[in-house]
């Protein structure tokens, strides 16, 4: 590269880290147009109206004509019923537009299913619509329009009850609209322009005569053209039954949402950017969009799933807004039954609305429900549930192989090497950088031969460069994203000037996906994961880091009608790439940065850019909580944060929260020290093997966790609420959680916190507490409420629910790929009843074949002095030489005096078992019992 290439993009690159540490670079309502026009604070009694006589029944929906009464512009409004119960759809569309608005394609997992609607009871102001058997009702209000849903009776969501719907139609400019507003001028300071024919074009409160903005706008030195005017909608939801409100991720503010609905205070924004070292505790927008908000209450909970792609703000109005619902363990929420019920109001720039209600009644149910839209997670391969490492950049082949023998060195495992942008010849994707990376083949071979795995970055923007053969095939076959006139957008990113893969084109996604073939990118393995980063999409030059929003897509979609969607995009690209190149056999791994609903079909999600700070360490449980309550389960912040150089007491607190985290990797900016665990102090890297060594031994546990994430599209980490959700005292609570039901979490999140933590165990619908066991002493906890735990440097307080049981494997390795066959420890936790149930999840850890029947799904139970494990899917079956090294039961009110193991199928017994016995714990060893057989173990007292 030229010197003065060089200079530009180290511009850019200082362009984009100002970018971030400067909010004036991002903007806040009322620097946007839309959001400015739309937003409302107050109740209002709404313009908008039905015409009962348009009434029309179909067998799976109905449809109604809305008008607006003082434009009487009309909108088609469609009401229909889910299969299976608990869900309802309702879309608005203008009846008659100049042009199709965009509905989002490509997030939902298969087209809404739909059941029986009928219309039950019509009258001049209200219309009943029941589903199947009645247990879920919509009640149509006439006038002013609102629609209220039912649960089993209960009035549990209703949309429009404060009057905040807006719907601004698309139309043709008159020559006395408003000029594009100047660089950040607020709206009183525009002239305005008044007549009878402006007010018969638009709506009271989204006149564009009225908002400098809505035909053009333009903040800082760029330009928005919006060749189809203003065309925002708005709607608010509120949810009678509820205390708190959760959702809408991603940012890096508290999991219970607060009250935002106040001048001077943004609502939280939907709309994908990169923002390096952002900040915490508000509702910036961040990397990845997803609008799903639930409300909750002890008797009901219900969802909102906003399906719009464009740029969006939410409001909410909380029920307690004079706390903030921010809890701590000291100061728990005081929550006001007299209070209104809380509300959001959606705001979008573009688009339909198309919006999913889910009725729940529970936490689960409606978590459900979301996923039933939006897909399931797939089980990843084992190792990618490891632990990763990476950093930008490691340097050569020579920094790869000595990190990861430093590893084994050090007696510390480690699943996958990780290379950012620097392996690239030139940030030329697809390629390598020859004099650093010689022999990329024969290095990725090398850590495979040890066990080991290899992820390497792909971002989606492509250098400008006549001699880069993916550029001029790109511009030959016509496959970027295009400028609003015709040409190929070009904009600055890592590579200096570059254009981007337009992923709404089927064939740009199936070339850039063909570039994964191992024929055509020879300098691979099909083990090697891709890691999918920048993808906003980030632009170092353009508008808030990033597209333009008048750029054009395949179709003529407008990139603000699909801004959110663009990195999603790309994944379903790499995911088929990753597919082929595996012929199919081999689970990929892809992670992503940008995300949208449905992305969990695809990738793992990390919280991008934060810092090494004690508040983005506790950012990352409140944002993994967020993102899994909303599909993403598979999610992890970077342990140590990105920017910064992180203390011991610091690094090691932050392994310690990361192994108790789905996703599980270390990762670093360019500039930080480096930091591999033996490079700090003796100590402190004890501590750090220490908590890594527990998240191998736990890996059978999560491995199950995932697989049954697959199979009912629950969360693994979830906030408290989802099992205690009569407990008030546990809605706000972000800074511990479960996975499962099994595990409570709460990690040492503060400094200098050396000798107590305080820890909240919940109180269950019938007033009881559950049993909680101590992982690693077994102590037993029978109470509710705040209890302090004494904690040390090594101490991460994990506690065993009473009533499971837990597959652990005990014999860690320097990577989980070599442990396939290892033995199995069980850990029976017993409940007040004496019993306890467990699930243990077997197959290959690779491959597809699972799908095929290859596998073992296992069911422990123990009840009446007898453990005893059966097949939950007989049909399915593995081979595998795993068997069952050790028992250990907790909470036993007697010591056995004996043991004796028998092989169900046979009838025959295994002999006398050895009993180890340390008051309510008893140690059963050997039981020597393969995984593949049917068995049982009774105890003698």
């Keep these: 590269m030229a010197a003065g290439g060089k200079l530009l993009v180290a511009l850019c690159f200082l362009f984009a880290i100002a970018a971030a540490v400067d909010r004036n670079n991002f903007k806040t309502c009322d620097q946007s147009s839309f959001c400015r026009r739309l937003r409302s604070l107050e109740p209002q009694t709404s313009e908008f109206e039905v015409l009962p006589q348009t009434l029309q ?101 209703s949309t429009n009850a404060k009057g905040m ?26 002239e305005h322009k008044e007549g009878d024919e402006a007010a018969n074009e638009v709506e009271p409160a989204s006149a564009p005569s009225e908002d400098p903005g809505a035909w053009e706008e333009n903040f800082k030195s760029h330009h928005d053209s919006k060749p189809k005017g203003p065309e925002g909608l708005a709607l608010d939801f509120t949810f009678p039954q509820a205390k708190v409100l959760f959702g809408i991720p991603e940012h890096a503010d508290s999991f219970a949402l607060r009250h935002t609905a106040t001048k001077g205070t943004d609502p939280y924004r939907l709309y994908n950017l990169d923002v390096f070292e952002y900040e915490l505790n508000n509702g910036m927008a961040l990397y990845g969009s997803i609008p799903v908000l639930y409300g ?85 391969q084992l190792y990618a549930i490891a632990y990763h490492q990476c950093r930008w950049n490691y340097n050569d082949e020579r920094d790869v192989e000595m990190v990861s023998a430093k590893f084994d060195e050090h007696d510390i495992p480690m699943d996958t090497m990780w290379l950012d942008i620097e392996y690239t010849d030139g940030k030329r994707y697809f390629t390598w950088d020859h004099h650093k990376f010689p022999h990329p083949v024969e290095m990725i071979k090398n850590l495979t031969e040890l066990g080991r795995h290899l992820t390497i970055i792909i971002d989606p923007h492509i250098k400008r460069d006549s001699g880069y053969f993916f550029h001029n095939e790109c511009t030959d076959r016509g496959l970027y994203v295009k400028n609003k006139d015709g040409g190929d957008y070009e904009g600055w990113c890592w590579p200096g000037s570059a ?113 090494a700070e004690w508040g983005h360490l506790q950012a990352s449980i409140k944002m993994c909580l967020s993102l899994a309550v909303s599909g993403i389960s598979f999610c992890g912040a970077d342990v140590g944060g990105f920017f910064g150089n992180p203390d011991g007491e610091l690094f090691a607190r932050w392994y310690q929260t990361g192994a108790f985290q789905p996703f599980f990797r270390s990762h670093a900016h360019i500039d930080t020290k480096r930091r591999e665990p033996w490079l700090f102090p003796e100590d402190v890297k004890l501590v750090i093997r220490d908590a890594i060594r527990k998240r191998y031994q736990l890996l059978p546990f999560w491995y199950t966790l995932f697989y049954e994430h697959e ?158 494990s059966r097949k939950i899917d007989n049909t399915a079956s593995y081979q595998t030489t795993s068997w ?58």
């Design 57 to 157: 029944q179909f067998k799976q929906y109905i449809t109604l004509t809305l008008v607006h009464q003082r434009t009487k512009h009309e909108y088609t409004l469609k009401l229909a019923c889910l299969k299976g119960g608990g869900m309802m759809h309702f879309q608005v569309d203008e009846k008659q537009p100049l042009s199709v608005r965009y509905r989002v394609q490509d997030a939902l997992v298969r087209e809404p299913q739909y059941g029986p609607t009928k219309v039950e009871s019509t009258s001049a102001t209200l219309i009943m619509v029941a589903c199947g058997e009645g247990e879920a009702k919509a009640a149509v209000q006439v006038a002013p329009f609102k629609v209220d849903f039912f649960q089993d009776g209960k009035l549990v969501v």
């Design 165 to 190: 719907m807006r719907f601004e139609h698309l139309r043709k400019k008159q020559q006395s609209e408003q000029q594009p507003e100047e660089e950040q001028q607020q709206p009183e300071q525009a």
């Design 296 to 380: 909750h209450g002890e008797t009901s909970t219900t969802g909102v799933f906003w399906l719009n792609a464009a740029e969006t703000w939410v409001d909410i109005f909380s029920a307690n807004r004079e706390t903030d619902v921010v809890s701590s363990l000291v100061n728990l929420v005081s929550w006001n039954s007299q209070a209104e019920p809380p509300a959001a109001n959606f705001i979008s720039e573009s688009g339909i609305m198309d919006v999913f209600v889910l009725l729940g009644p529970t936490p689960i149910d409606a978590f459900r429900q979301y996923t039933d839209l939006t897909g399931h997670g797939p089980l990843p």
């Design 499 to 611: 254009s981007y893969v337009d992923f709404f084109k089927p064939e740009a996604r199936r070339h850039y996906a063909d570039q994964y073939l191992l024929e055509n990118f020879r300098e691979q393995a099909e083990t090697v994961g891709i890691w999918n980063d920048m993808n906003e999409p980030s632009v170092f030059n353009g508008p808030e880091v990033t597209m333009l929003k008048d750029n054009v897509h395949h179709g003529g979609l407008e990139h603000r009608d699909v801004h959110n969607l663009y990195g999603h995009m790309q994944l379903i690209a790499t995911f088929d790439g990753l597919l082929r190149r595996g012929a199919g056999k081999l689970r990929p791994f892809i992670l992503t940065r940008s995300h949208f609903a449905g992305s969990q079909r695809y990738a793992a999600v990390w919280t991008g850019d934060n810092m």
């Design 711 to 868: 199979r009912s599209g629950l969360p693994i980490m979830r906030p408290l609420l989802a099992h205690y959700p009569t407990d008030v005292n546990a809605y706000a609570i972000d800074h511990q959680y479960m996975l499962g039901d099994q595990l409570l979490v709460a990690p040492v999140l503060d400094q200098k916190q050396q000798s107590r933590r305080d820890v909240y165990f919940p109180v269950r619908a019938d007033g009881e507490g559950d049993w909680w066991y101590d992982r690693d002493t077994y102590r037993k906890h029978t109470g509710t409420g705040v209890e302090t735990i004494p904690v040390d440097s090594y101490k991460i307080p994990v506690f065993q629910r009473g009533g499971t049981i837990l597959p652990t494997k005990e014999r860690v390795r320097r990577a989980s790929t070599l442990m396939r066959h290892d033995p199995y420890t069980l850990t029976v936790a017993l409940d007040r009843n004496g019993r306890a149930k467990g699930t243990l999840y077997i197959d290959d850890e690779t491959s597809y074949e699972y799908r095929r029947g290859q596998y073992l799904y296992l069911e422990f139970e123990y009840r009446d002095g007898v453990l005893s």
């Design 884 to 941: 069952l090294e050790r028992v250990v039961i907790v909470g036993l009110a007697k010591s056995p005096s004996a043991a004796t193991v028998y092989i169900d199928a046979s009838g025959a017994s295994g002999g006398r078992l050895e009993l180890d016995r340390a008051g309510e714990v008893v140690t059963v060893r050997k039981p020597g019992v393969s995984m593949l057989d049917a068995w049982s173990i009774k105890l003698e007292f």
